[in-house]
């Protein structure tokens, strides 16, 4: 079966990717696994992550994954529910939705807004407390998603979204479309939906073609919608992707200097909007003795997702309060860095 070929090709070679391509013969991707499918979880016992969809029909420029994981097809619904159901019976709290494409989600099934009932569906699972979306497209964020996110008490305030850059002329280069104008639309929109939420982006610096002019584009495009969370990346060459064979290569050091110029732009902002939180309270997911000193407590708001974002120390908790993993519980922010928050259990 297809399933064994790739177990075989992953066997043969730390390399796997390119052994897969090459066992399967060039075949199109169509494994989908289902609830049934045995999992071993590599996150907390308090949060997990739900595939709802495979591949990508995009035609981004710089990515292979339409060639690796095949056309876009997305997992039943019923499927999706029962492995929910099952984590928070294993005492999951928190369920991260991710695919390729998540706000696809249900189309190819002949589903309008099949990403909004499942949230709202997924909200009425009793033992869950939170549900959150990863990897959400711009063009595909309806109005009817927003609302879900708003009205369903489970569902964080928050929204990945990957713009990877703002320059008209670099988004067609990526073969992605819009424009800077279109995306700060976006954002206004999105956070009339939803007030207070939080925004999370990724960008690509040095994409073939990216000219001085874009990449201040890109930075004015940044101060001005003031992103909760950014991650950027510098470009590198995929051999196989449209990109590998685009004129006009960016030299490597200044796709490098122009990330650490808008990771320092960032840094400013997220620091900015960090102090607007303190003397404010806020649930805060527990997940117990600190990674940074044994004498901290750690845990997670609604807008900072596991390892990507950055999180809360608690220093302070009530006298003989014994903090149980995977709780929530209310926390006062006393101070603020430029990605992690300092605050006491109150």
């Known amino acids: ?15 796997a990717d390119e052994l897969l391509l090459k066992r399967i013969g060039g075949k199109t991707a ?44 997305s997992r039943k619904f019923g499927s999706i529910i029962k492995e929910a159901r099952n984590l928070a019976e294993q005492g999951v709290k928190e369920i991260v939705l991710v695919a390729q494409d998540s706000s696809r989600y249900g189309e190819d099934l002949g589903k309008v807004d099949a990403l909004a009932e499942l949230i709202r569906a997924l909200g009425e699972i009793e033992k869950l407390e939170w549900i959150r979306v990863m990897y959400a497209y711009p063009t595909h964020i309806s109005d009817a998603f927003l609302a879900a996110i708003a009205e369903t008490p489970k569902a964080v305030k928050y929204l990945d979204m990957p713009l990877q850059h703002a320059s ?15 995306l700060e639309k976006l954002i206004v929109r999105v956070r009339a939906h939803v007030p207070g939420i939080t925004i999370r982006t990724t960008f690509i610096t040095g994409f073939p073609g ?57 840094a400013k902002i997220s620091k900015q909007l960090n ?72």
């Not at 045995?38 to 995009?58: L, N, Q, V, W, Y």
């Open 1 to 15: 079966s297809q399933v064994n070929e790739i177990l075989k090709a992953a066997d043969d070679s730390f390399d």
């Open 210 to 266: 990216e000219t001085e002019e874009d990449f201040a584009e890109l930075m004015a495009f940044v101060r001005n919608c003031r992103f909760d969370n950014v991650g950027v990346f510098t470009y590198s060459d995929e051999e196989g992707t449209p990109a590998f064979d685009l004129p006009d290569k960016v030299d490597p050091k200044i796709a490098k200097q122009r990330r650490h110029r808008l990771m320092k732009e960032q």
């Open 30 to 73: 169509t494994y989908l696994y289902d609830y049934n499918t045995p999992r071993r979880r590599a996150t907390e016992s308090h949060t997990a992550f739900i595939k709802i969809a495979e591949g990508c029909d995009r035609p981004c420029a710089f990515c292979s994954i339409p060639a690796m994981r095949g056309s876009f097809r």
């Open 275 to 346: 102090k607007a939180k303190i003397g404010k309270t806020f649930p805060v997911l527990f997940e117990g003795i600190s990674r940074e000193s044994e004498l901290l407590f750690q845990g997670r708001l609604q807008g900072q997702t596991q390892e990507i974002d950055g999180y809360i120390l608690i220093n302070d908790m009530p006298e003989n309060f014994e903090p149980q993993i995977g709780s929530i519980y209310n926390v006062r922010i006393t101070e603020a860095h430029e990605y992690d928050l300092i605050g006491e259990i109150v």
């Open 168 to 182: 008209r002329n670099v988004l067609k280069r990526m073969k992605r479309g819009g424009n800077r104008a279109s």
